[in-house]
């Protein structure tokens, strides 16, 4: 009995379930409109690779027998467009673009309409405004026109260059090309002879070459080579230092291209980056090294080399070519070694260590005021045990010392003559020290020094055409700091230096001498 009941339930429940079934069908095809939807296979694996100016858009087709065709819309910023493509179509290529993100849709489509679900993805193709063409060698780093040569140092080779090449023009007008290798024009100095020196005789360069995943052939547009001189802030900045130069404005830049240009002789005393913008005097005959830095013959140290702080292949190129081309020579002065470099070039020559002029004439201490504390120097901050008459006896083996602290102290100094006295500069001395047995004087000399004049003690004037003056550190160094102008009336002297410190925090100074000259 018991098991009859259950058959008979059985049959009610399966009976229900296909009412049910059906008043769902019904209900739903009154809301459907047109009876029961049918989705389309979709495309998938959907990706776009970029071409040169191009798109190529790929995806999988679904196996399904009723796709009619496939839809592919795109857009790009406010611009929209679409394309019905044969059922069978696996790509679709968009030609002719300009610089942009596209985005595309894809779905399949069904003789009746019904569309799969849409896939999308995203493409921007190579242009000229692609920024990755900027990674492109262009094939020429520096380069001079001197004496109708072309010389330049030539740029990495990227593996995507397929040719590159110069067009120029030779001094009779006729057009010509230089031929990049792959082998041997990476960062070499190259010279290219017969060369027009007229400005408007512009060179290009011509490059073909590869994007990554980009089958095609790329020609880039010419690429003009400047002939405007492109002077390296070290090299300003050592012209300036030495001669007054500036290129602040328009017309401080005409006058220091027309020194460049006049140049038979260059003096270079301190620390430079390179010796590469020679070649942008085309008169210039000598280069002096370390003519101003005089040092003592006492004693050597490592601090009295000059250094080149940049590539010293790069400036021998250059100075190499220049000797050749120019018949450029170097002098130098100094010590127990060469400055800039680690051996003599062919064309260099040892002088000897600079003598201080002849007609130079420190003044005596007595010419100037001497304050209540008995020195003709004030300091502040004060420190009763810093010598300071010491830096006014011409003597590099008396010092002005002051005490060890532990923090950095900024030092405000000034002199007064008795009266207006004409002076021509500023003489600095380092301290005299034996590098064998003192191994603390160098953690605490100054590498530079503020000096101002004035003649009523309210108008200041810098001493030399910087406001910041670099000291050698030899030992026993005397650096002379000469008036801008060449010849100064002055009252007042005023000067500012800070403590160096050691590597154990210990923080201090020690000077030799400053003293105004004749």
Known sequence: MRKRKYIINLFAAVALLVGCNES???????????????????????????????LVLEWINGTDATIDKIKVVWTVEDRKDSVFLPNTSTSFELKNLTDGTFRFDVCAVDSVGNQSLTETTYGRPYTRQHEIMLAFTRGVLKSYFL??????????????????????????????????????????????????????????????????????????????????????????????????????????????????????????????????????????????????????????????????????????????????ILGLTIDYYGGWEIHY?????????????????????????????????????????????????????????????????????????????????????????????????DQETPNFMPSTITIETSVDGANWDKVTFLERNTLGRGSGEVTLLPIAEGLRKVRYIRFFLRDRADMGGNCMIKLGDIIPYK
């Open 24 to 54: 769902l069908e019904d209900t739903y095809s009154d809301y459907a409109g047109d009876g029961k939807i049918r989705y389309v296979a979709k495309c998938t694996e959907v990706h776009v690779t970029p071409r040169w100016e191009g």
């Open 341 to 437: 470099f680690n051996y003599e070039l062919p064309y260099m020559t040892y002088i000897d260590y600079p003598r201080l002029p002849s007609d130079l004439k420190v003044i005596e201490k007595e010419a100037l005021r001497e304050y209540s504390d008995g020195n003709r120097i004030y300091c502040s901050p004060t420190d009763p045990y810093a010598k300071l008459n010491n830096l006014l006896d011409d003597d590099v083996e008396s010092v002005w010392a002051t005490t060890s602290y532990t923090s950095l102290r900024d030092y405000e100094m000034q002199m007064e003559l008795l009266e207006p006295t004409e002076i021509r500069g500023i003489k600095v001395a380092q301290a005299l020290y034996n590098p064998r047995s």
């Open 147 to 324: 004496k109708n040569k072309m010389i330049f140092f030539s740029d990495m080779w990227n593996e995507n260059i397929e040719e590159m090449k110069l067009q120029y023009k030779n001094t009779q007008g006729e057009t010509q090309y230089y031929v990049f290798d792959k082998e041997t024009s990476y960062n070499n100095l190259v010279t290219i002879d017969d060369v027009s020196m007229n400005p408007a005789d512009t060179v290009y360069v011509l490059r073909k070459g590869r994007l990554e995943d980009c089958p095609d052939i790329i020609e880039f547009d010419p690429y003009a080579i400047s002939r405007k001189k492109n002077f390296s802030a070290g090299f300003v900045n050592a012209i300036h230092l030495r001669y007054g130069k500036l290129t602040d404005t328009k017309e401080q830049e005409a006058e220091f291209e027309k020194f460049v240009e006049e140049v038979e002789e260059l003096e270079f005393d301190y620390d430079i980056e390179t010796f590469e913008d020679v070649l942008y005097c085309p008169k210039l005959k000598k280069l002096i090294f370390g003519k101003n830095r005089y040092l003592d013959s006492r004693y050597g140290t490592e601090y009295d080399k000059s250094l080149l702080l940049g590539s010293e292949e790069k400036s021998v190129q250059v100075l190499n070519k220049a000797n050749e």
